[in-house]
């Protein structure tokens, strides 16, 4: 069974480790196609800007509560009632909650990027995300797979904190 919810929580975290915290408009539109999503223009790359730094506070909630709050908030902000689209012929029926398919890339960024992280943590009933707990990353991740909950964006971050830990105690 695939959970589409989850390819949108990816893209959302792709997204926000390009976006912040400085974007980077060739390595924004790259990511945009890797998830399947057409180019942005530069001139649109300050607003998902803007969206990447609302998102974040979905990351940083320490608790589940706070998560829900977070995104409860940003769906008062942001979202429309829901509405099914395909965009074009092969595209695929999905759920939009923004205000239009033509609608600002940061409404956009915000809405289906909100909407994942919900489904996210309504199946889980845990946060959806968090943020690298190293100091020197500080990248947003997503908790998408089973187990326990993840402190690093990656092994590499986890291992550079675990030889640092080491290292501080011989």
């Known amino acids: 069974m695939t959970f589409p919810h989850r390819d949108s929580v990816q893209r959302a975290v792709d997204l926000l480790n390009v976006l912040l915290p ?69 595209y695929g029926w999905h759920l939009h909650v923004d205000a239009a398919d033509d609608g600002p890339w940061g409404a956009w960024l915000v809405t289906s990027s909100a909407l994942g992280l919900a489904s996210l943590l309504a199946e889980r009933q845990d946060v959806p995300g968090g943020l690298c707990a190293s100091p020197s990353c500080g990248k947003p991740f997503a908790h998408t797979g089973g187990g326990s909950l993840r402190k690093f964006c990656s092994p590499r971050c986890a291992t550079r904190e675990r030889v640092a830990a080491h290292r501080a105690r011989t």
């Open 22 to 90: 400085e974007p980077d408009p060739a390595a924004v539109a790259r990511v945009l196609r890797e998830h399947g999503e057409t180019d942005v223009s530069d001139v649109d790359v300050p607003d998902l800007h803007a969206a990447a730094l609302e998102l974040r506070a979905v990351f940083a909630a320490g608790d589940v509560a706070s998560a829900a709050s977070v995104l409860n908030a940003l769906f008062t902000k942001y979202a429309r009632p829901p509405r099914l689209t395909d965009h074009e012929e092969g």
